[in-house]
């Protein structure tokens, strides 16, 4: 990569991080979390009583190494991405994580060209990472329901998030495991990579 490229690569970044740091832009996103989050919460407790529920949006520096790694995935990174607010149901079971989807699926507006069942990735002898992921936005006229009375505000229709869906089983090996081998940058040796494989089996015998 030449200077002249790397320069405006930079300014690139620079623009799109200002943009997305915008205190207004911030909390449209805050908001979106935190009624896409209290509209899971009151669906669990019916399809999983147990259920963890967890929402982030974006952090700032995070965002900014994201545009770095897949710079030519986006013309306007705030736009594009699907990410940036992001929510993990965590269940107790695979009946669970299927029940939570049903919710989903039959609640909300989901890009299905974008969402992905990540165990469809895995042939019969394999083992790995194992989560339902959804980009979804919020319908218009859903909520409330009597499951779920949540008023959802005007300004966060629209906004796309990334929903999780996995057992807390699951949910383990994405954080000792996954993140470890797949977000690593450096080339992770095979031995280490064939445990982790033998941890997912046996994580999977037990979900």
Same mark, same amino acid.
């Given at each position: 990569m030449d200077d002249e490229t790397k320069q405006t690569d930079a300014r690139g970044v620079e623009g799109n991080v200002t943009k997305w740091a915008d205190d207004e832009l911030q909390a449209r996103y805050s908001a979106f979390a935190k009624f896409l989050s209290a509209v899971l919460n009151k669906a669990s407790k019916k399809a999983a009583p147990l259920a963890i529920v967890q929402a982030r949006v974006k952090a700032v520096d995070s965002?900014? #190494?994201?545009?770095?790694?897949? /710079?030519?995935?986006?013309?306007?990174? @705030? #736009?594009?991405?699907?990410?940036?607010?992001? @929510? /993990?149901?965590?269940?107790h079971t695979v #009946?669970? @994580?299927?029940?939570?989807?049903?919710?989903?699926?039959?609640?909300? +507006? @989901?890009?299905?060209?974008?969402?992905? +069942?990540?165990?469809? /990735?895995?042939?019969?002898? #394999?083992?790995?990472? /194992?989560?339902?992921?959804?980009i979804v936005r919020f319908k218009k006229d859903v909520f409330p329901t009597a499951d779920v009375p949540v008023e959802v505000p005007e300004g966060v229709y629209g906004l796309w998030a990334e929903i999780q869906v996995r057992t807390i089983l699951e949910h383990a090996w994405a954080d000792i495991a996954h993140d470890l081998t797949y977000k690593s940058p450096f080339k992770v040796p095979a031995p280490y990579l064939r445990r982790v494989a033998g941890l997912a089996a046996r994580l999977e015998g037990v979900s």
């Open positions: 965002f900014a #190494e994201k545009i770095l790694r897949k /710079r030519q995935l986006y013309t306007d990174p @705030v #736009e594009d991405m699907t990410d940036l607010c992001g @929510v /993990r149901v965590i269940t #009946e669970q @994580v299927q029940a939570v989807s049903e919710f989903i699926e039959s609640h909300l +507006d @989901v890009d299905w060209d974008n969402s992905d +069942d990540t165990s469809g /990735r895995l042939r019969t002898t #394999e083992f790995g990472y /194992r989560s339902v992921h959804y």
